[in-house]
């Protein structure tokens, strides 16, 4: 009998691929990238650089087939602007790309960071070199923020993570315009007890749109004695009613493991912000943050997660 866990993500085996040394300015560290396949062909990493004053920035990195070659712009791709948006005085964080054919545009939804406490805000962009910003749209406490790619009716709708007194659960919110948001309902919950995601839950890359519904790929954070550990787990979601969950995953699927994941500025943590699909549309290429030190991949196949979450 195989007593081991299946293996739904494979590591890259040249993990990292990306950290501090690579970069061509001198920063600290650089993890939680989003992810885009351009229309090129070329994979775009959006990677969270943080500087030695522990304020983060935005910076792209190229490479022509996802895994290595990587180049980086030369300088900051898009810099905190305290002065006309003050949310984000302390940094901008973790963002995630979604395109938007009905626009033709890029949304990049990040974290705002100020003394207000951390809110979700909002840029489009058609180059990733000239940023349009709409500001905050999610006021704090909030983070882990993605956008579907399409409207739902007549509706944007964007998964968020706020937290209030009573935990830190998934919510999905609605709006005509990008700008005004209403419709909020819960998504999922933090499953609180004994749970590898008891104590938060939040989007993890943008949800994969598939025939069987929006896929999830949510970290759950357990506090132990020794620290918090950022684990991964799966959901289904309805594909016409997102906030439907179809089924969710009792066991985490990819974890703290290697010496890089488990040893860094913050322990114990991988923390993906984005994925893209390989050519045949089922190769998941998942890009995280290992340890808030670097960047890492993963690789795995959609059809083999929903295989496997269709059977728990
Ligand atoms: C979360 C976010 C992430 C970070 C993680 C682990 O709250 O701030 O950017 O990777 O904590 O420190």
């Not at 229309?39 to 304020?55: A, I, Q, W």
């Not at 901008?92 to 949304?107: H, M, S």
């Not at 905050?136 to 993570?161: Q, S, T, V």
């Not at 935990?167 to 315009?177: E, R």
Request: aromatic letters at 12%; proline letters at 8%.
């Amino acid at each position: 009998m195989n007593n081991k866990h299946p293996e739904l993500f494979r590591r890259y085996s040249h993990n990292p691929i990306l950290s501090a040394a690579d970069w061509p300015y001198p920063v600290n560290s650089v993890f939680n990238p989003g992810a885009v396949r351009l229309p090129d062909g070329t994979t775009l990493l959006l990677c969270r650089v943080e500087d030695r004053r522990g304020h983060s920035h935005l910076c792209a990195a190229r490479s022509i087939n996802g895994v290595d070659g990587w180049q980086i712009d030369p300088q900051p791709t898009l810099l905190p602007d305290p002065e006309h948006y003050p949310e984000e005085l302390w940094g901008i964080e973790d963002p995630r790309i979604t395109y938007l054919p009905e626009l033709g545009k890029f949304a990049v939804v990040y974290t705002a960071y100020s003394h207000g406490g951390p809110g979700v805000s909002l840029a489009l962009t058609e180059d990733f070199r000239c940023f349009e910003r709409y500001g905050m749209i999610m006021p704090p406490e909030d983070k882990d923020a993605a956008l579907l790619p399409h409207r739902i009716g007549n509706y944007w709708a964007l998964i968020h993570r706020p937290i209030s007194s009573l935990g830190a659960h998934m919510w999905i919110s609605y709006s005509p315009d990008l700008r005004h948001w209403g419709g909020h309902k819960l998504m999922l919950e933090a499953r609180r007890g004994a749970w590898w995601d008891a104590n938060k839950i939040g989007l993890s890359s943008p949800p994969i749109q598939t025939e069987q519904g929006w896929l999830v790929i949510y970290h759950g954070v357990r506090q132990t004695a020794a620290g918090a550990i950022y684990r991964l787990g799966l959901a289904l979601f309805d594909l016409h009613n997102p906030e439907r969950c179809l089924k969710r995953s009792d066991n985490w699927i990819f974890g703290p493991e290697e010496p890089y994941e488990r040893r860094g500025d913050v322990d114990n943590v991988v923390f993906p912000c984005g994925y893209t699909l390989g050519t045949d549309g089922d190769t998941i290429y998942l890009y995280y943050g290992a340890a808030d030190t670097s960047v890492a991949l993963a690789i795995g196949s959609v059809s083999a997660l929903l295989g496997w979450l269709e059977k728990q």
